[in-house]
């Protein structure tokens, strides 16, 4: 992954979204932190980014990651995180990030996604209800855990086809 996207998206992103993100307010990444984001082994820590289509091809910002980190001592569980700039919020790059994700992850053994959101990040709660997945979700300190069964969801696929038929017209 490119740190300078990385950096300069997480700059772009509004208070609301980074705490959203972090679960805490966090105004800057730090270089460790920078490194860890920008450089997943591809096994236990994979990331896909979704970037502005320029003229000359893909290479623009960055406008979306999504990642997930196996847990050591459950490898076929992952936490995941996703983050998209704030002006591409609510057209679907949350959803598309998570459908590759989940196509990736359930072809390399993963079978639960635990995702830790803030009570009232509707827009993530959301997108995870519609995927259809079994869902327990856990409250504590203002703070929701969704841990989600893996399988597949035709809502993702659809993202996925949109997505590829959409890139197809252009």
């Known amino acids: 992954m490119d740190k300078y996207r990385l950096h300069f998206g997480f700059?772009?992103?509004?208070e609301q979204s980074r705490h959203r993100r972090f679960l805490h307010s966090k105004q800057e990444l730090n270089k460790t932190e920078l490194r860890f984001l920008t450089h997943p082994d591809g096994e236990f820590h994979v990331a896909l980014g979704m970037v502005e289509q320029t003229l000359l091809g893909f290479g623009g910002k960055g406008i979306g990651v999504g990642r997930y980190i196996r847990l050591h001592y459950k490898p076929d569980s992952a936490e995941v995180s996703l983050t998209v700039a704030d002006a591409y919020q609510g057209r679907g790059v949350g959803k598309?990030?998570?459908?590759?994700?989940a196509k990736v992850a359930m072809d390399d053994g993963v079978q639960r996604f635990l995702f830790y959101t803030l009570?009232?990040?509707r827009p993530t709660k959301h997108l995870l209800q519609r995927t259809?997945?079994?869902?327990?979700?856990?409250?504590?300190a203002g703070a929701i855990t969704f841990d989600a069964q893996l399988a597949p969801s035709q809502y993702l696929t659809n993202a996925i086809t949109a997505a590829k038929q959409s890139n197809r017209n252009k």
């Open 11 to 14: 700059k772009r992103l509004s």
């Open 96 to 101: 598309l990030l998570l459908a590759y994700l």
């Open 119 to 121: 009570g009232d990040n």
């Open 132 to 140: 259809g997945w079994e869902m327990d979700n856990e409250i504590e």
